[in-house]
């Protein structure tokens, strides 16, 4: 969804009365929206510490097909290969 502050550039311009110019700032809503999203994923991580790495490669294995349906044969080549960073790269 793009931001409705910036539309998705990430800065927005604002006027420097003192000065008598426009500066370009990063747009504050996306900068909180990605503290947040960075706080969230710490969250997350904490919380799946305590999961089993049986259970992490299940779900991991299952999104990496669910979500890429349209590349199965190049999914079966990384299997093949055992290209372990190349697979995680497709979750
Ligand atoms: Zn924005």
Do not use: W
């Amino acid at each position: 969804m793009s931001c409705e502050e910036c539309n998705g550039k990430g800065f927005i311009t604002q006027t420097d009365y003192n000065h008598d110019v426009v500066m370009k700032i990063q747009c504050p809503s996306c900068l909180h929206e990605a503290k947040f999203l960075e706080e969230l994923e710490m969250q997350i991580r904490v919380v799946l510490r305590n999961t089993s790495h049986e259970k992490m490669i299940e779900v991991v294995s299952s999104a990496i097909l669910r979500t890429n349906q349209d590349s199965t044969d190049r999914l079966e080549t990384l299997v093949h290969s055992k290209n372990i960073p190349a697979l995680l790269s497709y979750v």
